[in-house]
């Protein structure tokens, strides 16, 4: 057959079969490979990968968390002056909690902050998920990919703005070239660290935010990790505002390496978010802004 006409009519029949299987397609890309290379390269440019998506942005999303600052407080009355419950309960007031917070902060007494946490869903790299599990004292339940099967679901990939697409598409394409003689659980060996991870994680707010946060938001920390970490810091804001303020205050002072590389005048905090957003795209919220400026900072 002509070679030209071969290259048209498969590159039609390709079309055509677009809402196939990508295993099938990806099958048809190979055999075309002992034909022509240029021409595999160029269908699989037009592959859909209708089931492949690449992104730069992690996700963390609140789902879910117990305890309160005011229950906290609460629990000072009933355990520390013999209060009723109901009658600690109503002797709650936004000063009393504020300063009650404010004085276990200073004073070290941070065993009362686990009576509060937070639950996320969160999606990152492999390699980021891999960061995330070396915090022991959280718990986890992450996505399989032992049991997925990413030819029949979508697979996601998360990379810095910038990072190259071709090397997923192979990594994909192997993935299902394999999955015609593996399961998926020896099929994932070919997936690259950049494969998204999809994974419940819950932190009482001590270990979130005065463990987790002074290492992980610190610009030492990778900036998908990073971002993540400011993605969660701003829903603890939103949760434990009083306890998020006065971390957000002392967080160069929490851990020695938090302001390790950072240029001499920037603020540590804002220079690690700004790198994690020009790598990983814009964070949804950022409370801090307001008190950064109410501080001159």
């Keep these: 057959m002509n070679q030209s006409l071969m290259e048209s009519r498969s ?3 390709f079309r055509q079969c677009a809402a196939d299987s990508n295993r099938e397609l990806v099958r048809i890309c190979n055999a075309l490979a002992e034909y022509r290379a240029p021409l595999r390269s160029s269908l699989l440019s037009l592959l859909p990968f209708a089931d492949m998506e690449i992104r730069n942005t992690p996700r963390a999303l609140l789902v879910g968390s117990w305890g309160s600052e005011g229950l906290v407080s609460a629990l000072t009355d009933a355990l520390y002056r013999g209060a009723s419950w109901e009658e600690a309960l109503g002797a709650q007031t936004q000063e009393l909690v504020e300063r009650r917070i404010g004085a276990f ?24 998920h891999t960061q995330f599990i070396r915090h022991r004292l959280a718990s986890y339940w992450s ?30 394409e192997d993935y299902v070239k394999l999955r015609e003689g593996f399961r998926p659980e020896y099929a994932r060996m070919a997936l690259p660290n950049a494969a998204a991870v999809l994974f419940a994680v819950q932190m009482n707010a001590r270990e979130l935010l005065l463990n987790f946060a002074p290492l992980r938001c610190a610009y030492t ?28 205050q002392d967080l160069p002072q929490l851990h020695r390496d938090f302001c390790t590389k950072v240029p001499r005048g920037e603020d540590c ?3 690690a978010i700004k790198d994690a957003e020009e ?14 400026v109410a501080h001159g900072r």
């Design 143 to 172: 996505e399989s990919q032992r049991y997925v099967d990413y030819t029949k679901r979508k697979i996601r990939f998360v990379v810095p703005v910038g990072f190259p697409e071709e090397p997923l598409r192979r990594a994909y």
């Design 105 to 128: 902060y200073r004073q070290g007494h941070w065993s009362v902050f686990e009576f509060m946490g937070a639950q996320f869903i969160v999606e990152c790299s492999r390699a980021c």
């Design 221 to 248: 920390a990778q900036a998908e990790i990073r971002h993540v970490c400011w993605q969660m810091f701003a829903a603890a804001w939103r949760l434990w505002p009083v306890l998020a303020k006065l971390v957000w």
């Design 279 to 292: 790598k990983h795209g814009p964070l949804p919220e950022k409370p801090w802004l307001a008190a950064a």
């Design 11 to 13: 590159i039609e029949g």
């Design 269 to 271: 905090r804002l220079y």
